[in-house]
């Protein structure tokens, strides 16, 4: 089975969706038999390399994967005309792209940029294709998170192309209940052409470790309650309430809040910080991969957080991991996100009202003192972890493809 991916993230962005996408393309490929292309957008970190370059679009290869680069402009996307800059070019570096992906049985586009699906439909349907939509985030909700634009036209305008994905996909992907709901419910998508798939950890390569690693020690956790968020710093987390949160503990002084990533919001917060003077938020760059198990084991517990009203719209991809390595995590989101429900079925953290910073410090406090239970809700974590490995996940997406494609592969 021939299968073609547009996401503009991708190896090696550190991004989330990228992360995933590539374990997904990898995976079908050594897994399944697949063969995977993606068209991606250039490494936004990476120096400028521009050989193979053709029409546009750099060629390369990585674990079986062929990636076609569009090319696009790498502003700081602090700002949104530099994101929007970013997208506009990806987009039409991709669109050319697409000319260049042969035959496949089946196109998938993400999310990224928003208005990407229409390049991978044309593709798709060019080339004689099924089109799928896989949704890692709905708009325009999403856009109305960006704090520096507001703009009714263009939110309706990415609303009636979201729309119209929707309605022409041969198949959906949502990555819970939630969004599912969000999608049949708000936006007119055929129930019976949505696939709930969750996003998921790597339960081989992430597992529960010691607390008193190098990371910790390095960093001075060791001997520390640490209450880590780690991933995007961005505007959907509502991490402004967790500084708000620490200005309260600072009685409790084993506590260390870790904020590990990095995004738009994140020089915000450390700015906050400092005028509070607060000694118990720590920030921290992104961990290197070979060094994530590390980090993930110095944390004692987590937070999940998103601003209210968000819940369905995003699902924060970061769960999983969590999960994977045996630490509970503080849900401060609405109780109908797939995060606060994964705390109910499994008991494997605690569930905090979103933005009350107030619930938020009383939850890391009953977790600091009480580490018997917090222990066990790790135990249990790891327990809910395996209901969302990896390779459960890439088989979902293989057995979707694989039937609306109409093609028979080995698996």
């Known amino acids: 089975m021939r299968i073609c991916f547009f996401n503009r993230s991708y190896w090696p962005d550190q991004a989330a969706t990228g992360q995933l996408l590539t374990e997904l393309a990898e995976d079908l490929v050594s897994r399944h038999g697949c063969d995977v292309t993606v068209v991606a957008g250039r490494p936004l970190h990476a120096a400028r390399d521009h050989r193979g370059r053709l029409a546009g679009v750099e060629r390369e290869a990585r674990n079986g994967v062929a990636i076609l680069r569009a090319n696009g402009t790498r502003f700081r996307p602090q700002r949104f005309a530099g994101r929007a800059a970013n997208y506009l070019t990806y987009f039409g570096s991709a669109a050319l792209a697409g000319v260049n992906i042969g035959r496949p049985d089946v196109v998938v586009s993400l ?9 991978a439909r044309w593709a798709a349907r060019h080339a004689g294709a099924r089109f799928v939509f896989l949704c890692e985030d709905i708009f325009p909700e999403v856009a109305a998170l960006l704090e520096d634009f507001h703009n009714a036209l263009l939110n309706r305008t990415l609303d009636r192309i979201n729309r119209f994905l929707l309605r022409d996909a041969d198949a959906i992907v949502a990555l819970g209940d939630r969004m599912r709901r969000r999608l049949v419910e708000e936006k007119g998508a055929d129930a019976s ?7 998921w950890a790597d339960c081989e390569a992430i597992t529960p470790g010691a607390k008193d690693n190098a990371f910790a020690r390095e960093h001075g956790l060791a001997d520390r309650f640490v209450l880590m968020h780690s991933g995007n710093i961005g505007m ?9 949160a620490a200005s309260r503990l600072t009685s409790k002084e084993r506590i260390v809040v870790a904020i590990v990533g990095d995004g738009t919001k994140r020089e915000a917060l450390a700015a906050d910080a400092a005028r509070r003077g607060l000694t118990n938020v720590r920030f921290f760059p992104y961990t ?4 994530l198990h590390e980090s993930f084991a110095a944390a004692d517990a987590f937070l999940v957080a998103l601003k209210p009203g968000i819940e369905g719209y995003v699902v924060p991809s970061k769960v999983y991991g969590i999960l994977a390595a045996g630490r509970p ?10 995060a606060a429900g994964i705390v109910r079925e499994f ?8 933005g009350d910073p107030e619930a938020l410090a009383a939850a890391i406090a009953a977790m600091h003192d009480d580490p018997t239970a917090t ?5 249990r974590a790891r327990s809910a972890a395996l209901q969302f490995d990896r390779r459960m ?17 080995a698996a």
Do not use: W
């Open 111 to 119: 999310t990224d940029p928003p208005i990407l699906g229409l390049a």
């Open 193 to 199: 052409r949505v696939s709930i798939i969750h996003n």
């Open 236 to 244: 959907s987390q509502n991490l402004d309430v967790l500084v708000d």
């Open 288 to 291: 290197p991969k070979e060094r």
């Open 329 to 338: 995590y503080i849900a401060a989101l609405d109780p109908s996100a797939e």
């Open 347 to 354: 008991g494997c953290g605690l569930l905090a009202t979103p």
């Open 375 to 379: 222990r066990l809700m790790g135990q």
């Open 393 to 409: 996940a890439v088989a979902s997406y293989f057995s979707l493809f694989q039937r609306i494609a109409g093609v028979a592969c």
